[in-house]
């Protein structure tokens, strides 16, 4: 089935959207009783990692971690932005530059200034969306970015987002509270794929929708170990509680080159392996044996395809040992602990 295709549904009677590209699952979103990122909270300083530059922070939803902290003395109130899932037992992740993100805007009250995405670069729609943004945020002292996706959209609807992110953001910086609160919750994954899935698609929205477009049967197989790449080779794709290993395996291919084939394939399936299965952290690949002189086409290739991830990875590069290593933000909880 070719195109694209956004399916919104539940299982287990909790909140999920599927987007499937040409009849494959490309990305997978799930509610979870944890915070979402994206949360705001009122959070009030605890105290401070000596060492680490960093501050415990106590919120409505127990304890977070801010990094980078300077000037903030224990017991001072500020706001922060919940960023990703915390590993079990640790707090979680909040960052204090709060944004307020929706499909066509972003209001950043810590960063003033109208800005527009570098991707939309014709002068005249830049010029239209330049005086879209003046109009509805003149008096304010907010910032604000216009994503990529407003390019060509019509300019009431723009204006609209913008206008609900600014009240947002005017609720929440203006708050009168005086302790630990929620402020805003984070976006649920409807809202999430409507926000940031905005290429064209198909949207369906039938209850067992994800059975009649083969979203179930796509998650039974990300919820195993092994992922089928072109060519005949595998990915086994195992978390463990330090890190996630990947191993590349060729499969029946025994040729000279079976695998740098099967390392090329894994670095184009990797990005879409692990954002369906929400794994982040430490990433580990144990590679197929190639020779050294394709190591640089290897990285072209695994860079190429985290461009367009919207999970920020970087990519730490080559151990002694020969595997390759990447750092990825939690943004998202394993697919494993949340469908058991």
Known sequence: M?????????????????????????DFLIAADAPAPGTIYRARADRPVKGQGGMFLSTPDGPAFLRQVKGLAPGALLLVQVTGYAEPGKALPVTDRVLFKSRYAIVTPDAPGLNISRSIRDEDERDRLLEVAHEVMEGSDYGLILRSCCAGEDAGEIAEDISTMLAHADAVVNDPGTEPELLLEGDG????AWRDWTDPAEVETRAGSFGTHGVLEALDTARGISEPLSGGGRLYI???RALVAVDVNTGADTSLAAGTKANFACAKALARALRVRGLGGQITLDLAPMPKKDRRGFESALRSAFKTDPIETTLAGWTPLGHFELQRRRARLPLSEVLK
């Open 238 to 240: 195992q978390p463990t």
């Open 2 to 26: 070719k195109g694209r295709t956004i399916v919104l549904d539940h299982i287990n009677d909790r909140e999920a959207a599927a987007l499937m590209v040409d009849g494959k699952l490309d």
């Open 189 to 192: 994954p409807h809202v999430l």
